[in-house]
């Protein structure tokens, strides 16, 4: 049983288009986060969501635009793909906001085309 | 910018070894401190959290060095299933409510 479910793992677009990832967890946690890892493997902040309410909006194209319908699920729709977007988003939670042991979910390979 | 700073490796260490990573992080009202852990193509995983006293863990140790800014991590004994690439984490400060992550030390251990 899944703590932290991303769909979906795999994902390969034309530049241009508009997709979504899903992150569904349940743990019951308050707190759920979407990163980046670009190819450099570097790890970075995009969005931080506690209950549902906007925490952090880090410095992200308006193109990517973050909707929490509930606790328990943080999507992440991105509008007009370009190269740069490839990269693999890792959705994460928390059980609040001032606890840093997340759990990541598996990840959405992102490859734009 | 605050950043967490890492050496990307690759360690590559003989089973049995120990090896340690350090991670510096430049912004001094860092708080909180951990260890995460990704496997090729993989989540991160929580491996350990860094407490001001050091902690352990089996064959784990972590430390952290407020006066320098540095946190480490020591394996000791290394198994093969010890490779992967190790990131270090810090908060931000009081009410920064996110993690920085460093770029990783890649870690090979060879039979």
């Known amino acids: 049983d899944t703590a932290v479910s991303q769909t979906p793992k795999y994902l390969v677009t034309q530049m241009g288009n508009d997709k979504s990832i899903k992150c569904e967890q349940n743990l019951g946690h308050d707190t759920m986060y979407w990163y980046k890892q670009d190819s450099k493997k570097f790890l970075k902040i995009m969005f931080s969501?506690?209950?549902?309410?906007?925490?952090i909006n880090e410095t992200v194209p308006n193109r990517f635009s973050p909707k929490s319908p509930d606790k328990a699920h943080l999507n992440l729709h991105i509008n007009s793909l370009e190269l740069g977007d490839s990269a693999v988003y890792f959705c994460a939670s928390s059980q609040d906001i001032r606890y840093y042991g997340y759990t990541f979910g598996s990840g959405t390979r992102l490859t734009v085309v | 910018r605050k950043e967490v700073e890492q050496d990307p490796g690759p360690f590559n260490v003989p089973e049995g070894a120990t090896v340690a990573f350090n991670c510096t992080y430049s912004n001094s009202a860092s708080q909180s401190f951990f260890w995460y852990r990704q496997d090729c193509r993989k989540e991160p995983k929580l491996l350990m959290s860094v407490y001001s006293s050091g902690n352990e863990d089996g064959r784990f140790t972590a430390q952290l060095n407020r006066a320098s800014q540095y946190i480490s991590l020591l394996i000791r004994d290394s198994k093969l299933s010890d490779s992967a690439t190790y990131l270090c984490?810090?908060?931000?400060?009081?009410?920064?409510?996110?993690?920085?992550f460093g770029k990783g030390t890649k870690l090979s251990v060879i039979p």
């Open positions: 969501y506690n209950n549902k309410e906007l925490i």
């Open positions: 984490a810090s908060d931000s400060g009081a009410g920064s409510y996110q993690l920085t």
